[in-house]
C-alpha cells in the first residue's frame, strides 16, 4: 500500500477531477471572505448572471478595514465605509453567513474560523488573504487565493490548483524558557530566508512542535507563507480535539462520530517520502526579532546583525538597513522604541494577551511608548475581561482596543508615523506595512511586553 503525507492525504480526497498535464480541480470544504478582496468576486457573479454554489460553505468577516476605536459609530473613512458596507449587502444578497461590526462573533477571519469551530482537521479551506495558512494548524490544506479564484469558489466551490511540493520541518527537542511559537517561525525563516519555501506546503513536526498549543500552532502556520511556502499544517492530536471539544462544550458546534473517525487517520504514513525535509534544534531558539524589511531578516533579541550576504542581494541588504536605520553589527538590545503592537491575526488570541499581561502585571508602561492593544475578535475581547487581564493592562497603563486587523497593515487610522520604530507581534515588516515610512521589528507578545515596559528592545527572559 502506497504511503502518503497528510498533504496527501487530505489533498487527493478532495481531487474532483485531474487535468492530464495540468492542474487538478480542488473542493474547498471551507470559504472566508472578508470587506477587501471580495466586493469584484460579487460583481463578477451578478455580470455572469450567476448564483452562488454552496453558500453554506462560505462565512463573512469584516476586519482588515473597520477602526479599533468608537465601532458604534459610522466608519469616518470613506472608502472603508463603502467596502464594509458593501460585503453586508452582498452576504444580505447571496445568503451568506456575515459576522459585521459590533456582532459578538466578529473579529480577524482567521481567528474568528477556530474559535467558532468552522475550522476542522482534514478540510481544504481558501480565503482572499495570504495568511490563510493559519488554518494548517489543525490538520487542514488552507492556502490563501486572489480575487479571481474567490469568485470561482463562490461559483463552484471548486479551484484549479497546481500541487505543490511537500517539505516537512522537524523541531526537535524543548524550547526555552522566554521563547514561543513566533520566535520558533522567525527562527526557522531566518535560516531558510523568505523565499527558502517557495514551491512547497509545509507539515510541521518534532517534540518542539508537538509542545505548542493551538494557539501557538496557528501562530507557526500562519506566518509560513512567510517563507514563500504555499501553506504550513500540523497533524492533529488530542490537543486538537480537546480544542474543538471546549467549543463542542460552549454549545457552539458539535463533533460527529464520523469526524472522530477521521481525524484519527489523518497522519503521516512512517516512511511516507517528502521532496525536502529540514531538521531544528529547539534548544538553539531564543526570542527572536526583525532588523530589515522582510521576516527572514532576524536575529535574537541579544544577537547582533550579520554581515551583508556575498552575492547579488547585498544591494537589498543595504537598502533594508538603510530603511531600518541599522548598520552591520550592531546590537539592537537597548535601542530605543517609539510603538508596541499587540493583535493581528498572528497573535492576536488569549494566549497572547495572556503572555503580554504576565510580563507588564505590576509593572507600568514606559511613557514614551504608544500602545496598540488590539484583541483578535469580540471572544477574545470578552475573554480578556471575563479573565481580569484588562484590568492588569490598565493598571500598567495600556488601552484595549476593540477588535480588527488594526496596524498589522494599516488600513484604518492605527498606523505608525514615519520613522517611529515599533515592536509588532503581526506577520510582515515590508517597507510602510504599518505606515508610510514606519519601521517594524516582529517580536512574540512576551518581548513587545518587555519592551512596552522598559521602552527599548528588551529580551523577556529577564522577566521571567
Known amino acids: 500500500m502506497e504511503k502518503k503525507t497528510l498533504f496527501d492525504k487530505i489533498w487527493d480526497a478532495h481531487v474532483v477531477h485531474r487535468i492530464e498535464g495540468g492542474p487538478d480541480v480542488l473542493f474547498i470544504d471551507m470559504h472566508y471572505i472578508h470587506e477587501v478582496t471580495s466586493p469584484q468576486a460579487f460583481t463578477g457573479l451578478r455580470k455572469r448572471g450567476i448564483g452562488m454554489f454552496r453558500p453554506d460553505r462560505t462565512l463573512a468577516t469584516a476586519d482588515h478595514n473597520i477602526p479599533t476605536k468608537d465601532q458604534h459609530l459610522p466608519i469616518r473613512d470613506e472608502i472603508s465605509r463603502n467596502q464594509v458596507n458593501q460585503l453586508e449587502k452582498n452576504c444580505r444578497e447571496f445568503g451568506i453567513r456575515h459576522f459585521g461590526m459590533q456582532h459578538p462573533n466578529n473579529g480577524i477571519v482567521h481567528i474568528i474560523g477556530p474559535e ?83 514551491g512547497f506546503f509545509v507539515e510541521y513536526d518534532g517534540e518542539a512542535i508537538k509542545n505548542l498549543t493551538m494557539e501557538g500552532r496557528m501562530t507557526l ?42 481525524w484519527k487517520e489523518l497522519k503521516t504514513d512512517p516512511g511516507a517520502r517528502f521532496d525536502r ?21 532576524a536575529i535574537p533579541v541579544n544577537g547582533t546583525i550579520p554581515p ?24 539592537l538590545e537597548g535601542h530605543k522604541i517609539d510603538y508596541v503592537f499587540l493583535g493581528s491575526c498572528t497573535n492576536g488570541r488569549i494566549e497572547d494577551f495572556r503572555a503580554f499581561a504576565s510580563v507588564i502585571k505590576g509593572r507600568k508602561k514606559h511613557p514614551e511608548v504608544t500602545a496598540l492593544i488590539v484583541p483578535g475578535s469580540k471572544r477574545v475581547e470578552k475573554q480578556i475581561i471575563d479573565e ?33 520604530y515599533a515592536v509588532s507581534t503581526s506577520n510582515r515588516n515590508f517597507e510602510g506595512r504599518q505606515g508610510p515610512g514606519s519601521r517594524t521589528i516582529l517580536a512574540s507578545p512576551l518581548t513587545a511586553a518587555a519592551c512596552a515596559v522598559t521602552g527599548k528592545i528588551t529580551s523577556p527572559e529577564e522577566f521571567l
Open 116 to 198: 467558532l469551530g468552522f475550522t476542522r482537521p482534514g478540510m481544504t479551506i481558501v480565503c482572499g488573504d495570504s495568511h490563510t495558512s493559519t488554518h494548517g494548524a489543525f490538520g487542514t490544506i488552507a492556502f490563501g487565493i486572489g480575487t479571481s479564484e474567490v469568485e470561482m469558489v463562490l461559483a463552484t466551490q471548486c479551484l484549479l490548483q497546481t500541487k505543490p511540493r511537500k517539505m516537512r520541518i522537524t523541531v526537535n527537542g524543548n524550547i526555552r524558557k522566554g521563547v514561543t511559537a513566533k520566535d520558533i517561525i522567525l527562527y526557522i525563516i531566518s535560516k531558510l530566508t523568505s523565499g527558502g519555501a517557495t
Open 221 to 262: 502556520c500562519n506566518m509560513s507563507i512567510e517563507m514563500g511556502a504555499r501553506g504550513g499544517l500540523v497533524a492533529p492530536d488530542e490537543k486538537t480535539v480537546a480544542y474543538l471539544e471546549t467549543i463542542e462544550k460552549s454549545g457552539i458546534k458539535s463533533i460527529s462520530p464520523a469526524e472522530r473517525s477521521l
Open 277 to 297: 525535509e529540514e531538521v531544528f534544534n529547539a534548544s538553539e531558539i531564543r526570542p527572536m526579532i526583525t532588523f530589515g524589511t522582510n521576516p527572514g531578516m
Open 308 to 331: 551583508p550576504p556575498e552575492d547579488e542581494n547585498s544591494s537589498s541588504y543595504f537598502k533594508a538597513l538603510n530603511y531600518m536605520g541599522f548598520t552591520p553589527g550592531e546590537k
Open 388 to 420: 481580569g487581564l484588562d484590568r492588569i493592562f490598565v493598571e500598567a497603563g495600556f488601552e484595549i482596543r476593540q477588535p480588527g486587523c488594526s496596524s498589522c497593515l494599516a488600513m484604518n487610522e492605527d498606523k505608525i508615523p514615519a520613522g517611529k
